[in-house]
């Protein structure tokens, strides 16, 4: 049986991005595999503390942060799966910190200073393990181009391909954010349009997902 991890990267348990992730769960599943899913909100851990174990001559961690804290679990699992899905809001442009932390501690672990005879960049990871990433922003998307999202968000998919051997990004746009607008200082944003896309595109939205988890879990890199 196949195991996917399943990484929260929201300080939200249950709105949008929560949403999306467990809807790529249930694709996962689908074909059989065994999911497991985890809120990075509960865990007390950093990014890269720089120790370069990673690095050592001789050291061979087979991809694995060496820095023990609550996410050094966590990061077993990540490089024993068949396949791993992580998921962020953006914020201004980024990914959570929580988002930032943990990738941080994947790829520069994964990673070597090394490259072949031939100038190919070398890894620590033994091998190949496809990642799903997940973005959910209020910001629709005709407009990324507009804030540079592409380039932005496009590096975390470049350098998650270059260790992990495979990524592919689901952009989960235009969100609706609060439960009652009419809570908040938002007059940028128009209520109406915003539950509109909830209740047309937030769907297909979810069926992306459930795709996303399925194909991830079928691939065989």
Known sequence: MKKVIILNGSPRKNF???????????????????????????????????????????????????????????????????????GSPIYYSYPTGMFRNLTERMLFAGGKYMVDENGNFMRNLKRNIPVGLIFTM??????????????????????????????????????????????????????????QVKETQFPRDLERAFDLGKRLVEMNI
């Open 16 to 86: 949008n991005t929560a949403q999306v992730l467990k809807e790529a769960q249930k694709g996962a599943e689908s074909v059989g595999a065994e999911a497991e899913y985890i809120n990075l909100v509960d865990l007390n851990f950093k990014g890269c503390m720089s120790c370069f174990a990673c690095k050592r001559t001789g050291m061979d961690l087979g991809g694995l942060c060496a820095w023990k804290d609550d996410l050094r679990p966590v990061l077993e699992k990540i490089v024993q799966a068949d396949a791993v899905i992580i």
């Open 138 to 195: 209020n910001v629709p998307e005709n407009l990324m181009s507009n804030y540079n999202y592409p380039t932005i968000l496009g590096a975390n998919e470049m350098y998650l391909k270059m260790i992990y051997g495979y990524c592919e990004t689901l952009n989960v746009c235009d969100t609706y954010q609060f439960t009652d607008y009419s809570k908040y200082d938002c007059n940028m944003f128009d209520e109406s349009h915003k539950r």
